[in-house]
């Protein structure tokens, strides 16, 4: 039976990048994506494959990776209103598919 999971994970949005190498801070933001699957483990698997996807066209550079930055990443199992009122704006994501771009952009207000 298909789940509702709300995938969470960090990253460095661009100009928090930029920041952090210039100043040496380790500012992060975090995405909310409303992931539809069978299970917290599949959920956690597309959720990290989509987060992968967002963060390389966020970053509009070739070969930058979330996965290989180690980001944190998890289903939150209570999500406060603020998590569930981002991820409403995302819209549920099914195995397979990828959100908006520009409309998941807007979301997390990068």
């Given at each position: 039976?298909?789940?509702?999971?709300?995938?969470?994970?960090?990253?460095?949005?661009?100009?928090?990048?930029?920041?952090?190498?210039?100043?040496?801070?380790?500012?992060?933001?975090?995405?909310?994506?409303?992931?539809?699957?069978?299970?917290?483990?599949?959920?956690?698997?597309?959720?990290?494959?989509?987060?992968?996807?967002?963060?390389?066209?966020?970053?509009?550079?070739?070969?930058?990776s979330?996965?290989?930055?180690?980001?944190?990443?998890?289903?939150?199992?209570?999500?406060?209103?603020?998590?569930?009122?981002?991820?409403?704006?995302?819209?549920?994501?099914?195995?397979g598919?990828?959100?908006?771009?520009?409309?998941?952009?807007?979301?997390?207000?990068?």
């Open positions: 039976m298909v789940q509702r999971f709300v995938f969470v994970f960090g990253y460095e949005s661009p100009h928090e990048a930029a920041a952090n190498q210039r100043v040496g801070t380790d500012m992060e933001s975090a995405g909310v994506l409303p992931v539809l699957a069978e299970s917290k483990e599949a959920a956690l698997e597309w959720g990290r494959e989509v987060a992968e996807w967002y963060l390389g066209k966020l970053m509009r550079v070739d070969g930058y979330w996965k290989a930055r180690r980001y944190a990443s998890w289903i939150e199992e209570r999500p406060d209103r603020l998590l569930l009122e981002t991820a409403e704006k995302v819209g549920d994501i099914a195995r598919s990828y959100p908006d771009f520009e409309q998941t952009k807007t979301a997390f207000g990068d």
